[in-house]
T-cell receptor, first 113, second 112 residues
């Protein structure tokens, strides 16, 4: 069965520092991969997605993610974090079937001034 | 932002009462979903719809039913609410099968 693991429940980084959020997935076919961000009391906003092609994908707000099939990973990165990036981040894996989408438990990001 | 609204945004209800949550979209997307979000679990799919009157179960469908009589509306009903259904409920839409999903603002439901 498909699943997503986000190993870090909570990460704290200083403003201006680089960021990497980890995501590992299990999926029996070619995965569709997503990163979402959720601010407190809000819905989820799509940051980026991977369906096929170039394994390094660019998203909104300066985020990027790299798909590594050999490691079953889809880690999210940002070179320089801003205070407004503080939020919860969710990785998701899906496929062609509509009921295949699975979300990780989330990583909460705190940004220190 | 995708045009998705959810109503109500907050609701407190008693155990055993029926509850209906509404999701309304203005994007004319074919696919609609209901998720619940609980700490430590991320989002889990309750039910989804792939067209008017076409629905199917998700990962955690027990105790929930859905209906879709119009493209723009997707209703989630708790026939007899239980405390375990206290959660934040999100509606999502997508234009194509397997594509990215766009989420509504959520409904916080408390069952006392």
């Amino acid at each position: 069965a498909q699943s997503v693991t986000q190993p870090d429940i909570h990460i704290t980084v200083s403003e201006g520092a680089s960021l990497e959020l980890r995501c590992n997935y299990s999926y029996g076919a070619t995965p569709y991969l997503f990163w979402y961000v959720q601010s407190p009391g809000q819905g989820l906003q799509l940051l980026l997605k991977y369906f096929s092609g170039d394994t390094l994908v660019q998203g909104i707000k300066g985020f990027e993610a790299e798909f590594k099939r050999s490691q079953s990973s889809f880690n999210l990165r940002k070179p320089s974090v801003h205070w407004s990036d503080a939020a919860e981040y969710f990785c998701a894996v899906g496929g062609y079937n509509n009921n295949d989408m699975r979300f990780g438990a989330g990583t909460r990001l705190t940004v220190k001034p | 932002d995708a045009g998705i609204t959810q109503s109500p945004r907050h609701k407190v209800t008693e155990t055993g009462t029926p509850v209906t949550l509404r999701c309304h979209q203005t994007e004319n997307h074919r696919y609609m979903y209901w998720y619940r979000q609980d700490p430590g679990h991320g989002l889990r799919l309750i039910h989804y719809s792939y067209g008017v009157k076409d629905t199917d179960k998700g990962e955690v469908s027990d105790g929930y039913s859905v209906s879709r009589s119009k493209t723009e509306d997707f209703l989630l009903t708790l026939e007899s609410a239980t405390s375990s259904q206290t959660s934040v409920y999100f509606c999502a839409i997508s234009p194509d099968r397997g594509s990215e999903q766009y989420f509504g603002p959520g409904t916080r439901l408390t069952v006392t």
